[in-house]
């Protein structure tokens, strides 16, 4: 919501990065979220699931700081250049 705000009193160029920004963030938690769906769903093993889950924790991981980064940005960054 802190990127949503602002978005009608940037620059074209700002407003499209941000909106984008917030599109990849979400996109990328949903996609995360069906792929760990689906990978419990087929588990079977111990051997599996250190994969699967150490997998998911890389990704999960990924996608925290990406979020954290996108947060930054907004907060930080963005009300200095536009």
């Known amino acids: 919501m802190v990127g949503i705000r602002g978005y ?3 620059s074209p160029a700002a407003s499209h990065f941000s909106i984008t920004l917030m599109i ?10 069906i792929a ?5 769903k087929r588990i079977d093993g111990e051997g599996n699931t250190a ?3 150490d997998l998911l924790t890389l990704t999960g991981t990924f996608l925290a700081v990406f979020t ?5 940005f907004f907060v930080v960054i963005a009300p200095r250049v536009l």
């Not at 954290?68 to 930054?72: A, E, S």
Request: proline share 0%; no cysteine.
């Open 24 to 33: 990849v963030t979400v996109l990328l938690w949903i996609v995360f979220f």
């Open 51 to 53: 994969v699967v889950v």
């Open 68 to 72: 954290l980064l996108g947060v930054g």
């Open 36 to 40: 760990d769906d689906m990978a419990r």
């Open 8 to 10: 009608r009193h940037d």
